[in-house]
Protein backbone atom coordinates (compact mmCIF):
# COMPACT_ATOMS: atom_id res chain seq x y z
CA UNK A 1 0.00 0.00 0.00
CA UNK A 2 2.70 2.51 1.26
CA UNK A 3 2.22 6.11 1.97
CA UNK A 4 3.95 9.33 0.52
CA UNK A 5 3.67 13.11 1.72
CA UNK A 6 5.22 15.58 0.46
CA UNK A 7 5.29 19.74 1.59
CA UNK A 8 7.00 22.88 0.12
CA UNK A 9 7.58 26.32 1.09
CA UNK A 10 7.32 27.83 -2.33
CA UNK A 11 9.05 31.28 -1.01
CA UNK A 12 11.49 29.49 0.70
CA UNK A 13 11.06 29.38 4.51
CA UNK A 14 11.93 26.81 6.23
CA UNK A 15 9.74 24.50 7.77
CA UNK A 16 10.78 21.95 11.11
CA UNK A 17 10.57 18.00 10.48
CA UNK A 18 8.25 17.55 13.21
CA UNK A 19 5.56 18.84 10.56
CA UNK A 20 6.30 15.95 8.04
CA UNK A 21 6.42 13.80 10.40
CA UNK A 22 2.81 15.00 11.08
CA UNK A 23 1.54 13.95 7.86
CA UNK A 24 2.92 11.32 7.54
CA UNK A 25 2.11 9.70 10.51
CA UNK A 26 -1.01 10.16 9.98
CA UNK A 27 -1.47 7.78 6.87
CA UNK A 28 0.21 5.05 9.88
CA UNK A 29 -1.83 2.59 8.44
CA UNK A 30 -1.08 2.62 4.92
CA UNK A 31 2.39 1.41 5.60
CA UNK A 32 3.19 -2.07 8.32
CA UNK A 33 6.45 -1.35 9.84
CA UNK A 34 8.65 -2.64 7.02
CA UNK A 35 10.02 0.64 5.87
CA UNK A 36 9.92 4.57 6.25
CA UNK A 37 12.20 7.79 5.27
CA UNK A 38 12.56 11.43 5.05
CA UNK A 39 14.31 13.69 2.20
CA UNK A 40 14.58 17.28 3.46
CA UNK A 41 16.01 19.75 1.28
CA UNK A 42 17.82 22.87 2.46
CA UNK A 43 19.06 21.09 6.09
CA UNK A 44 22.73 21.97 5.58
CA UNK A 45 22.65 25.78 5.03
CA UNK A 46 26.64 26.00 6.19
CA UNK A 47 27.65 23.15 4.05
CA UNK A 48 25.55 24.27 1.23
CA UNK A 49 28.51 24.29 -1.89
CA UNK A 50 29.64 20.74 -1.01
CA UNK A 51 27.92 17.42 -1.79
CA UNK A 52 26.48 15.52 1.40
CA UNK A 53 27.13 11.99 1.02
CA UNK A 54 24.96 10.22 3.67
CA UNK A 55 25.90 6.41 4.38
CA UNK A 56 24.68 3.38 5.73
CA UNK A 57 27.94 0.68 6.86
CA UNK A 58 27.35 -2.96 7.72
CA UNK A 59 30.28 -2.81 9.61
CA UNK A 60 33.72 -1.07 10.28
CA UNK A 61 35.66 -2.44 7.56
CA UNK A 62 33.25 -1.56 4.74
CA UNK A 63 33.28 2.19 6.33
CA UNK A 64 37.18 1.90 6.54
CA UNK A 65 37.06 0.55 2.88
CA UNK A 66 34.68 3.82 1.70
CA UNK A 67 36.49 6.12 3.27
CA UNK A 68 39.85 4.87 1.28
CA UNK A 69 37.81 5.65 -1.94
CA UNK A 70 36.37 8.90 -0.69
CA UNK A 71 40.44 9.82 0.31
CA UNK A 72 41.23 9.09 -3.08
CA UNK A 73 39.37 10.93 -4.78
CA UNK A 74 37.53 13.91 -2.95
CA UNK A 75 38.42 16.25 -0.54
CA UNK A 76 36.34 15.90 2.75
CA UNK A 77 35.47 19.24 4.38
CA UNK A 78 34.06 16.87 7.67
CA UNK A 79 32.80 14.06 8.77
CA UNK A 80 30.99 12.60 11.58
CA UNK A 81 27.97 10.10 12.90
CA UNK A 82 24.13 10.92 11.67
CA UNK A 83 22.69 11.82 14.83
CA UNK A 84 20.28 9.04 16.40
CA UNK A 85 18.50 7.41 19.13
CA UNK A 86 19.85 4.60 20.24
CA UNK A 87 21.06 2.25 17.27
CA UNK A 88 18.03 -0.74 17.43
CA UNK A 89 19.25 -4.16 16.32
CA UNK A 90 20.46 -4.65 12.77
CA UNK A 91 20.82 -1.30 12.26
CA UNK A 92 24.02 0.12 9.97
CA UNK A 93 26.31 2.72 10.90
CA UNK A 94 25.04 5.79 9.59
CA UNK A 95 27.52 8.30 8.76
CA UNK A 96 27.83 11.56 6.85
CA UNK A 97 30.44 13.32 4.51
CA UNK A 98 30.72 17.05 3.57
CA UNK A 99 33.08 16.80 0.42
CA UNK A 100 34.44 18.60 -2.30
CA UNK A 101 35.32 17.55 -6.10
CA UNK A 102 38.38 18.16 -7.40
CA UNK A 103 38.94 20.68 -8.75
CA UNK A 104 40.30 19.05 -12.84
CA UNK A 105 36.50 17.29 -12.41
CA UNK A 106 34.25 20.82 -12.07
CA UNK A 107 33.15 20.95 -15.51
CA UNK A 108 31.07 17.81 -14.98
CA UNK A 109 31.02 17.12 -11.18
CA UNK A 110 27.68 15.66 -11.11
CA UNK A 111 28.56 12.76 -14.16
CA UNK A 112 31.62 12.54 -11.35
CA UNK A 113 29.59 12.31 -8.44
CA UNK A 114 27.24 9.92 -10.33
CA UNK A 115 30.17 7.54 -10.84
CA UNK A 116 31.44 7.66 -7.46
CA UNK A 117 28.32 6.73 -5.64
CA UNK A 118 27.53 3.91 -8.53
CA UNK A 119 31.32 2.72 -7.38
CA UNK A 120 30.56 2.53 -4.00
CA UNK A 121 27.51 0.97 -4.18
CA UNK A 122 28.45 -1.64 -6.60
CA UNK A 123 31.59 -2.71 -5.40
CA UNK A 124 32.09 -2.48 -1.60
CA UNK A 125 30.36 -4.67 0.17
CA UNK A 126 28.19 -3.44 3.30
CA UNK A 127 28.69 0.25 2.37
CA UNK A 128 25.63 2.27 0.65
CA UNK A 129 25.22 6.12 -0.41
CA UNK A 130 21.68 6.67 0.59
CA UNK A 131 21.79 9.96 -0.64
CA UNK A 132 25.05 12.24 -2.75
CA UNK A 133 23.37 15.86 -2.97
CA UNK A 134 23.90 19.54 -1.89
CA UNK A 135 22.70 20.45 1.05
CA UNK A 136 19.67 17.95 1.12
CA UNK A 137 19.50 14.77 2.78
CA UNK A 138 17.71 11.70 3.01
CA UNK A 139 17.10 9.46 6.12
CA UNK A 140 15.59 6.12 6.33
CA UNK A 141 15.21 2.94 7.72
CA UNK A 142 13.41 -0.42 8.98
CA UNK A 143 10.00 1.42 11.12
CA UNK A 144 7.24 3.26 11.46
CA UNK A 145 8.08 6.61 9.70
CA UNK A 146 6.98 8.35 12.43
CA UNK A 147 9.48 5.77 14.25
CA UNK A 148 11.99 6.24 12.03
CA UNK A 149 11.79 10.30 11.90
CA UNK A 150 12.12 9.83 16.25
CA UNK A 151 15.01 7.69 15.65
CA UNK A 152 17.05 10.65 12.89
CA UNK A 153 15.66 13.17 15.23
CA UNK A 154 14.07 14.70 12.06
CA UNK A 155 12.13 17.31 14.54
CA UNK A 156 15.96 19.18 14.92
CA UNK A 157 16.23 19.87 11.21
CA UNK A 158 14.27 22.46 8.90
CA UNK A 159 14.01 22.68 5.02
CA UNK A 160 12.05 24.33 2.79
CA UNK A 161 11.24 20.97 1.19
CA UNK A 162 10.15 17.55 2.62
CA UNK A 163 9.21 14.35 1.71
CA UNK A 164 8.16 11.08 3.45
CA UNK A 165 8.01 7.37 2.85
CA UNK A 166 5.45 4.78 4.70
CA UNK A 167 6.59 1.32 3.32
CA UNK A 168 4.50 -1.48 3.05
CA UNK A 169 6.91 -4.09 0.83
CA UNK A 170 5.14 -6.55 -1.49
CA UNK A 171 8.07 -7.43 -3.62
CA UNK A 172 11.38 -6.79 -1.56
CA UNK A 173 12.50 -7.11 1.83
CA UNK A 174 12.05 -4.60 4.40
CA UNK A 175 15.63 -3.08 4.91
CA UNK A 176 17.68 0.22 5.79
CA UNK A 177 18.78 0.60 2.13
CA UNK A 178 16.02 -0.77 0.74
CA UNK A 179 13.73 1.98 2.23
CA UNK A 180 12.28 5.66 0.65
CA UNK A 181 13.50 7.72 -0.35
CA UNK A 182 16.03 6.65 -2.96
CA UNK A 183 18.34 9.34 -3.92
CA UNK A 184 20.95 10.29 -6.53
CA UNK A 185 22.72 13.78 -6.42
CA UNK A 186 19.84 16.12 -5.05
CA UNK A 187 17.23 13.99 -6.50
CA UNK A 188 15.11 12.01 -4.32
CA UNK A 189 11.81 9.58 -5.01
CA UNK A 190 9.03 8.46 -2.59
CA UNK A 191 6.92 5.89 -4.39
CA UNK A 192 3.72 4.22 -3.45
CA UNK A 193 2.67 1.44 -6.16
CA UNK A 194 4.73 -0.96 -8.36
CA UNK A 195 6.76 -0.68 -11.39
CA UNK A 196 5.49 -3.98 -13.59
CA UNK A 197 8.05 -3.16 -16.47
CA UNK A 198 11.00 -2.73 -13.90
CA UNK A 199 13.42 -5.38 -16.11
CA UNK A 200 12.40 -3.60 -19.27
CA UNK A 201 13.37 -0.28 -17.47
CA UNK A 202 16.31 -1.47 -15.73
CA UNK A 203 17.98 -3.09 -18.59
CA UNK A 204 17.59 0.11 -20.32
CA UNK A 205 19.24 2.41 -17.88
CA UNK A 206 21.68 -0.16 -17.09
CA UNK A 207 23.09 0.55 -20.74
CA UNK A 208 23.67 3.82 -19.51
CA UNK A 209 25.87 3.14 -16.89
CA UNK A 210 23.82 3.21 -14.28
CA UNK A 211 24.04 0.59 -11.47
CA UNK A 212 20.98 -1.31 -10.03
CA UNK A 213 22.10 -2.54 -6.44
CA UNK A 214 19.06 -2.67 -4.55
CA UNK A 215 16.68 -3.93 -6.79
CA UNK A 216 13.69 -2.29 -6.41
CA UNK A 217 11.26 -0.47 -8.58
CA UNK A 218 11.84 2.87 -7.08
CA UNK A 219 15.50 3.11 -7.43
CA UNK A 220 15.15 2.74 -11.22
CA UNK A 221 13.44 5.34 -10.89
CA UNK A 222 15.09 7.48 -9.68
CA UNK A 223 17.83 6.67 -12.70
CA UNK A 224 15.37 7.43 -15.05
CA UNK A 225 14.78 10.76 -13.97
CA UNK A 226 18.43 11.71 -13.05
CA UNK A 227 19.03 10.57 -17.05
CA UNK A 228 16.18 12.49 -18.57
CA UNK A 229 15.85 15.51 -16.88
CA UNK A 230 19.85 15.97 -16.07
CA UNK A 231 21.45 14.20 -18.45
CA UNK A 232 19.00 14.50 -21.75
CA UNK A 233 17.68 18.14 -20.42
CA UNK A 234 13.81 17.46 -20.94
CA UNK A 235 11.98 19.55 -19.27
CA UNK A 236 9.75 18.49 -15.91
CA UNK A 237 6.77 17.99 -18.67
CA UNK A 238 8.35 15.83 -21.06
CA UNK A 239 9.48 13.37 -18.48
CA UNK A 240 6.45 12.78 -17.30
CA UNK A 241 5.51 12.70 -20.36
CA UNK A 242 7.94 9.94 -20.96
CA UNK A 243 7.21 8.00 -17.84
CA UNK A 244 3.62 8.04 -17.37
CA UNK A 245 2.87 8.59 -21.53
CA UNK A 246 -0.90 9.27 -22.95
CA UNK A 247 -2.29 6.72 -24.69
CA UNK A 248 -2.10 6.39 -28.52
CA UNK A 249 -5.77 8.07 -29.50
CA UNK A 250 -5.62 9.98 -26.54
CA UNK A 251 -2.18 11.29 -28.20
CA UNK A 252 -4.00 11.96 -32.00
CA UNK A 253 -6.20 14.38 -30.20
CA UNK A 254 -3.18 16.74 -28.50
CA UNK A 255 -1.81 20.15 -30.05
CA UNK A 256 1.30 18.54 -29.70
CA UNK A 257 0.99 15.26 -30.61
CA UNK A 258 4.30 15.05 -33.02
CA UNK A 259 6.52 15.77 -29.84
CA UNK A 260 4.59 13.53 -27.93
CA UNK A 261 4.53 10.45 -30.41
CA UNK A 262 8.53 11.00 -30.33
CA UNK A 263 8.90 11.20 -26.73
CA UNK A 264 6.50 7.98 -26.75
CA UNK A 265 8.89 6.59 -29.80
CA UNK A 266 12.04 7.19 -28.22
CA UNK A 267 11.85 7.00 -24.56
CA UNK A 268 9.45 3.39 -25.20
CA UNK A 269 11.47 1.34 -22.61
CA UNK A 270 11.48 4.50 -20.19
CA UNK A 271 8.00 3.92 -19.88
CA UNK A 272 6.55 2.78 -16.48
CA UNK A 273 3.98 0.43 -16.32
CA UNK A 274 1.94 -0.07 -13.61
CA UNK A 275 0.65 1.27 -10.65
CA UNK A 276 2.60 4.26 -8.99
CA UNK A 277 2.31 7.24 -7.47
CA UNK A 278 5.42 9.02 -6.84
CA UNK A 279 7.11 12.30 -5.61
CA UNK A 280 10.10 13.34 -6.87
CA UNK A 281 12.04 15.97 -4.89
CA UNK A 282 15.36 17.85 -6.54
CA UNK A 283 16.97 21.59 -5.67
CA UNK A 284 14.55 23.67 -7.08
CA UNK A 285 11.52 21.97 -6.10
CA UNK A 286 8.93 19.05 -6.46
CA UNK A 287 6.67 17.14 -8.87
CA UNK A 288 3.77 14.72 -8.13
CA UNK A 289 3.04 11.81 -10.83
CA UNK A 290 0.35 9.36 -10.98
CA UNK A 291 0.40 6.19 -13.45
CA UNK A 292 -2.05 6.97 -16.49
CA UNK A 293 -4.64 5.21 -15.16
CA UNK A 294 -4.23 6.43 -11.78
CA UNK A 295 -3.99 2.82 -9.88
CA UNK A 296 -2.27 5.04 -6.88
CA UNK A 297 -4.10 7.71 -4.85
CA UNK A 298 -2.46 11.36 -4.63
CA UNK A 299 -4.23 14.69 -3.46
CA UNK A 300 -2.64 17.89 -3.39
CA UNK A 301 -3.26 20.97 -1.19
CA UNK A 302 -2.34 24.73 -1.26
CA UNK A 303 -2.22 26.70 1.67
CA UNK A 304 -0.27 30.24 1.56
CA UNK A 305 2.39 29.60 0.43
CA UNK A 306 2.75 26.35 0.50
CA UNK A 307 2.17 23.29 -1.47
CA UNK A 308 1.42 19.49 -0.41
CA UNK A 309 1.13 16.24 -2.19
CA UNK A 310 0.14 13.09 -0.48
CA UNK A 311 -1.48 9.94 -0.78
CA UNK A 312 -4.66 10.72 1.32
CA UNK A 313 -6.20 14.36 2.19
CA UNK A 314 -5.84 13.62 5.57
CA UNK A 315 -1.98 14.05 5.50
CA UNK A 316 -2.48 17.46 4.66
CA UNK A 317 -5.03 18.40 6.82
CA UNK A 318 -2.64 17.03 9.74
CA UNK A 319 -0.79 19.49 9.33
CA UNK A 320 -2.76 22.51 7.85
CA UNK A 321 -6.66 21.25 8.88
CA UNK A 322 -8.28 24.89 7.25
CA UNK A 323 -6.44 23.88 3.88
CA UNK A 324 -7.78 26.46 1.49
CA UNK A 325 -7.51 24.29 -1.91
CA UNK A 326 -7.62 20.52 -2.10
CA UNK A 327 -6.50 19.42 -5.68
CA UNK A 328 -7.15 15.57 -7.45
CA UNK A 329 -4.59 15.74 -10.40
CA UNK A 330 -5.27 13.14 -12.82
CA UNK A 331 -3.66 10.24 -13.98
CA UNK A 332 -0.01 10.97 -16.00
CA UNK A 333 -0.78 14.50 -15.13
CA UNK A 334 2.14 15.73 -13.39
CA UNK A 335 1.76 18.23 -10.29
CA UNK A 336 5.45 20.52 -10.62
CA UNK A 337 6.42 23.21 -8.00
CA UNK A 338 9.43 24.98 -9.38
CA UNK A 339 10.87 27.29 -7.03
CA UNK A 340 12.65 29.04 -9.71
CA UNK A 341 9.45 29.49 -10.88
CA UNK A 342 8.10 31.08 -8.35
CA UNK A 343 11.17 33.63 -7.59
CA UNK A 344 11.26 35.09 -11.04
CA UNK A 345 7.10 35.03 -11.62
CA UNK B 1 -23.94 11.39 21.40
CA UNK B 2 -21.09 13.43 20.45
CA UNK B 3 -17.59 11.66 19.69
CA UNK B 4 -14.33 13.67 19.93
CA UNK B 5 -12.22 11.24 17.38
CA UNK B 6 -9.08 14.13 17.50
CA UNK B 7 -6.89 11.63 19.12
CA UNK B 8 -8.34 8.39 18.14
CA UNK B 9 -7.01 5.76 15.59
CA UNK B 10 -9.13 4.14 13.43
CA UNK B 11 -9.50 0.98 15.53
CA UNK B 12 -10.54 2.96 18.26
CA UNK B 13 -13.14 5.16 17.01
CA UNK B 14 -14.58 2.10 15.22
CA UNK B 15 -14.82 0.45 18.47
CA UNK B 16 -16.48 3.43 20.32
CA UNK B 17 -19.14 3.12 17.88
CA UNK B 18 -19.99 -0.10 17.81
CA UNK B 19 -19.97 -0.37 21.81
CA UNK B 20 -22.72 2.29 21.96
CA UNK B 21 -25.69 1.12 23.92
CA UNK B 22 -27.99 3.67 22.15
CA UNK B 23 -29.76 3.63 19.05
CA UNK B 24 -29.64 7.45 18.10
CA UNK B 25 -28.00 9.32 16.09
CA UNK B 26 -23.94 10.14 16.64
CA UNK B 27 -22.08 13.62 15.90
CA UNK B 28 -18.13 12.48 15.17
CA UNK B 29 -15.56 15.77 15.42
CA UNK B 30 -12.22 16.18 14.35
CA UNK B 31 -11.76 13.18 12.04
CA UNK B 32 -9.05 12.98 10.33
CA UNK B 33 -7.97 10.58 7.75
CA UNK B 34 -9.48 7.31 10.36
CA UNK B 35 -10.73 4.62 7.99
CA UNK B 36 -13.43 2.02 7.88
CA UNK B 37 -16.18 4.89 9.68
CA UNK B 38 -19.65 2.64 10.10
CA UNK B 39 -18.09 -1.16 8.64
CA UNK B 40 -20.65 -2.99 9.20
CA UNK B 41 -22.82 -0.54 11.20
CA UNK B 42 -26.29 -1.13 10.69
CA UNK B 43 -29.40 1.53 11.20
CA UNK B 44 -27.14 4.07 12.42
CA UNK B 45 -27.74 8.28 11.99
CA UNK B 46 -23.68 9.59 11.55
CA UNK B 47 -22.96 13.14 11.12
CA UNK B 48 -19.30 13.48 10.49
CA UNK B 49 -16.80 17.00 10.72
CA UNK B 50 -13.79 16.17 9.08
CA UNK B 51 -12.25 14.19 6.61
CA UNK B 52 -13.39 10.38 7.03
CA UNK B 53 -10.80 8.06 5.83
CA UNK B 54 -10.67 5.38 3.26
CA UNK B 55 -13.62 3.17 3.23
CA UNK B 56 -16.05 4.95 4.88
CA UNK B 57 -19.35 2.88 5.72
CA UNK B 58 -17.92 0.05 3.76
CA UNK B 59 -19.94 -3.22 3.96
CA UNK B 60 -23.01 -0.83 5.95
CA UNK B 61 -26.94 -1.31 5.99
CA UNK B 62 -29.85 1.19 6.50
CA UNK B 63 -27.14 3.88 7.24
CA UNK B 64 -28.01 7.38 7.43
CA UNK B 65 -24.27 9.67 6.69
CA UNK B 66 -23.88 13.24 6.74
CA UNK B 67 -20.11 14.24 6.03
CA UNK B 68 -19.37 17.86 6.20
CA UNK B 69 -16.33 18.10 4.08
CA UNK B 70 -14.56 16.03 1.86
CA UNK B 71 -14.11 11.87 2.08
CA UNK B 72 -11.31 10.06 0.70
CA UNK B 73 -11.26 6.69 -1.13
CA UNK B 74 -13.71 3.78 -1.35
CA UNK B 75 -16.80 5.68 -0.25
CA UNK B 76 -19.53 3.31 0.06
CA UNK B 77 -17.47 -0.07 -0.46
CA UNK B 78 -20.21 -2.41 -0.81
CA UNK B 79 -22.32 -0.78 0.70
CA UNK B 80 -25.67 -2.62 1.31
CA UNK B 81 -28.16 0.13 1.76
CA UNK B 82 -28.90 3.52 3.35
CA UNK B 83 -27.79 6.63 2.13
CA UNK B 84 -24.38 8.82 2.67
CA UNK B 85 -24.31 12.30 2.01
CA UNK B 86 -21.15 14.19 1.46
CA UNK B 87 -21.17 17.96 1.08
CA UNK B 88 -17.47 18.38 -0.64
CA UNK B 89 -15.62 15.84 -3.09
CA UNK B 90 -14.80 12.40 -2.73
CA UNK B 91 -11.62 10.32 -3.92
CA UNK B 92 -11.22 7.34 -5.75
CA UNK B 93 -13.61 4.15 -6.23
CA UNK B 94 -16.30 5.49 -4.89
CA UNK B 95 -19.44 3.33 -4.11
CA UNK B 96 -16.98 0.29 -5.23
CA UNK B 97 -19.14 -3.16 -5.60
CA UNK B 98 -21.91 -0.88 -3.93
CA UNK B 99 -24.98 -3.13 -3.68
CA UNK B 100 -27.96 -0.66 -2.73
CA UNK B 101 -28.41 2.62 -1.01
CA UNK B 102 -27.98 6.03 -2.00
CA UNK B 103 -25.21 8.04 -2.11
CA UNK B 104 -24.79 12.10 -2.90
CA UNK B 105 -21.58 14.15 -3.81
CA UNK B 106 -22.13 17.56 -3.82
CA UNK B 107 -18.63 18.36 -6.00
CA UNK B 108 -15.91 15.84 -7.49
CA UNK B 109 -15.66 12.12 -7.65
CA UNK B 110 -12.58 11.16 -8.13
CA UNK B 111 -11.25 7.58 -10.41
CA UNK B 112 -13.11 4.21 -11.14
CA UNK B 113 -16.57 6.28 -9.33
CA UNK B 114 -19.41 3.54 -9.21
CA UNK B 115 -16.85 0.59 -10.39
CA UNK B 116 -18.69 -3.12 -9.95
CA UNK B 117 -21.87 -1.47 -8.58
CA UNK B 118 -24.34 -3.91 -8.78
CA UNK B 119 -27.86 -4.57 -8.09
CA UNK B 120 -30.52 -7.20 -7.30
CA UNK B 121 -34.37 -7.64 -6.68
CA UNK B 122 -34.87 -4.39 -4.88
CA UNK B 123 -31.60 -3.42 -3.97
CA UNK B 124 -30.62 -0.97 -6.43
CA UNK B 125 -27.90 1.17 -5.49
CA UNK B 126 -27.77 5.38 -6.91
CA UNK B 127 -24.65 7.78 -7.17
CA UNK B 128 -25.73 11.38 -7.83
CA UNK B 129 -22.67 12.97 -8.05
CA UNK B 130 -22.42 17.27 -8.88
CA UNK B 131 -19.83 17.87 -10.17
CA UNK B 132 -17.52 15.92 -12.37
CA UNK B 133 -15.97 12.55 -12.29
CA UNK B 134 -12.30 10.97 -12.69
CA UNK B 135 -12.05 8.44 -15.56
CA UNK B 136 -13.12 4.91 -15.37
CA UNK B 137 -16.81 6.01 -14.38
CA UNK B 138 -18.89 2.77 -14.22
CA UNK B 139 -16.45 0.90 -15.17
CA UNK B 140 -17.38 -3.09 -15.01
CA UNK B 141 -21.15 -1.71 -13.94
CA UNK B 142 -23.23 -4.47 -13.22
CA UNK B 143 -26.22 -2.41 -12.22
CA UNK B 144 -27.56 0.33 -10.51
CA UNK B 145 -27.83 3.68 -11.59
CA UNK B 146 -24.96 6.92 -11.91
CA UNK B 147 -26.10 10.09 -12.45
CA UNK B 148 -23.09 12.79 -12.97
CA UNK B 149 -24.62 16.08 -12.95
CA UNK B 150 -21.50 18.09 -14.20
CA UNK B 151 -22.80 21.40 -12.45
CA UNK B 152 -19.85 23.35 -13.52
CA UNK B 153 -19.48 21.78 -17.24
CA UNK B 154 -15.68 20.77 -16.50
CA UNK B 155 -14.77 18.33 -18.79
CA UNK B 156 -15.49 15.14 -17.37
CA UNK B 157 -12.94 11.54 -17.30
CA UNK B 158 -12.41 9.04 -20.42
CA UNK B 159 -13.15 5.71 -20.63
CA UNK B 160 -17.01 5.96 -18.94
CA UNK B 161 -18.23 2.74 -18.37
CA UNK B 162 -15.22 0.74 -19.27
CA UNK B 163 -16.74 -3.00 -19.36
CA UNK B 164 -20.45 -2.32 -18.30
CA UNK B 165 -22.76 -5.38 -18.43
CA UNK B 166 -25.63 -3.91 -16.66
CA UNK B 167 -27.09 -0.98 -14.79
CA UNK B 168 -27.20 2.68 -16.10
CA UNK B 169 -25.02 6.17 -16.76
CA UNK B 170 -26.85 9.49 -17.26
CA UNK B 171 -24.90 12.56 -17.98
CA UNK B 172 -25.94 16.12 -17.79
CA UNK B 173 -24.96 18.90 -20.78
CA UNK B 174 -22.52 17.45 -23.53
CA UNK B 175 -19.23 15.10 -23.57
CA UNK B 176 -17.16 13.67 -26.64
CA UNK B 177 -17.96 10.23 -27.68
CA UNK B 178 -14.63 9.33 -27.52
CA UNK B 179 -15.04 9.87 -24.01
CA UNK B 180 -16.67 6.53 -23.52
CA UNK B 181 -15.12 3.41 -22.96
CA UNK B 182 -16.02 0.20 -25.18
CA UNK B 183 -19.13 -1.70 -25.33
CA UNK B 184 -21.33 1.64 -24.38
CA UNK B 185 -24.19 2.71 -26.37
CA UNK B 186 -25.61 6.50 -25.83
CA UNK B 187 -29.29 6.80 -26.16
CA UNK B 188 -32.14 8.98 -25.66
CA UNK B 189 -33.74 9.01 -21.74
CA UNK B 190 -37.38 8.14 -22.06
CA UNK B 191 -39.93 9.46 -19.82
CA UNK B 192 -39.91 6.52 -17.69
CA UNK B 193 -36.06 7.04 -17.31
CA UNK B 194 -36.49 10.98 -16.76
CA UNK B 195 -39.14 10.38 -13.95
CA UNK B 196 -37.37 8.09 -12.24
CA UNK B 197 -34.00 10.49 -12.22
CA UNK B 198 -35.88 13.75 -11.61
CA UNK B 199 -36.78 12.11 -8.11
CA UNK B 200 -32.86 11.53 -7.39
CA UNK B 201 -31.91 15.19 -8.79
CA UNK B 202 -34.33 16.74 -6.49
CA UNK B 203 -33.43 14.66 -3.50
CA UNK B 204 -30.23 16.08 -4.55
CA UNK B 205 -31.09 19.90 -4.96
CA UNK B 206 -33.07 19.57 -1.68
CA UNK B 207 -29.50 18.63 0.22
CA UNK B 208 -27.52 20.72 -1.13
CA UNK B 209 -29.75 24.02 -1.37
CA UNK B 210 -30.26 23.90 -5.73
CA UNK B 211 -33.01 24.60 -7.62
CA UNK B 212 -33.62 21.21 -9.39
CA UNK B 213 -35.82 22.88 -12.39
CA UNK B 214 -32.55 24.76 -13.41
CA UNK B 215 -30.60 21.42 -12.88
CA UNK B 216 -32.90 19.91 -15.14
CA UNK B 217 -33.30 22.23 -18.07
CA UNK B 218 -29.99 20.89 -19.67
CA UNK B 219 -30.43 17.34 -21.02
CA UNK B 220 -29.27 14.05 -20.33
CA UNK B 221 -27.46 11.40 -21.84
CA UNK B 222 -28.64 8.05 -21.13
CA UNK B 223 -25.63 5.48 -21.29
CA UNK B 224 -26.43 1.55 -21.37
CA UNK B 225 -24.21 -1.82 -22.26
CA UNK B 226 -24.29 -2.63 -26.04
CA UNK B 227 -24.27 -6.68 -24.65
CA UNK B 228 -24.64 -8.22 -20.88
CA UNK B 229 -21.41 -10.21 -21.67
CA UNK B 230 -19.03 -7.90 -23.08
CA UNK B 231 -15.66 -10.17 -22.30
CA UNK B 232 -17.78 -13.36 -23.23
CA UNK B 233 -15.69 -14.22 -26.65
CA UNK B 234 -12.43 -13.01 -25.02
CA UNK B 235 -11.10 -16.09 -24.78
CA UNK B 236 -12.64 -17.99 -27.62
Not at chain 1, 74 to 81: A, F, G, L, P, R
Not at chain 2, 187 to 194: K, T
Not at chain 2, 211 to 221: I, S
Request: hydrophobic share 35%.
Amino acid sequence: MCSISGIINTDGTPIPGDVIIKSIASMHDRSNGLGGGFAGYGIYPGYKDLYAFHLTFTDPEAKQRTEEVLKNCVMIHKDESIPTEDNPEGAPIFWRYFIEVPEKVQEFEEDFVVDLVMKINSNINGACVISSGKDMGIFKGVGYPEDIGRFYRIDEYSAHMWTAHGRFPTNTHGSWEGAHPFGLLDWSVVHNGEISSYGINRRYIETFGYGLNQGTDTEVVTYLVDMLIRKHKLSFDQAATVLAPPFWDEIERLDDRELVKKLRIIYSSAQLNGPFSIIIGHRNGMVGLNDRTKLRPMTVGRFNGTVMMASEECAIRAVSPDVEEILYPRGGEPVIIDLEEHVTS
Amino acid sequence: MIIDAGSMDSRSLNAAIKGLKHNGSIELNNVNGQRYICVGVSGRKVEINGTPGNDLAAFSSDVDINVNGNAQDGVANTLRSGRIVIHGSVGDVLGYSMQGGNVFVRDNVGYRAGIHMKEYLDNKPVIVIGGNAGDFMGEYMAGGTILLLNLDGNHIGNFIGTGIHAGSIFIRGDFNPYQLGKGVVMVEPDASDLEKLEVYVREFCSRFNLDPDRVMEQGFTKLMPQSSRPYGKLYS
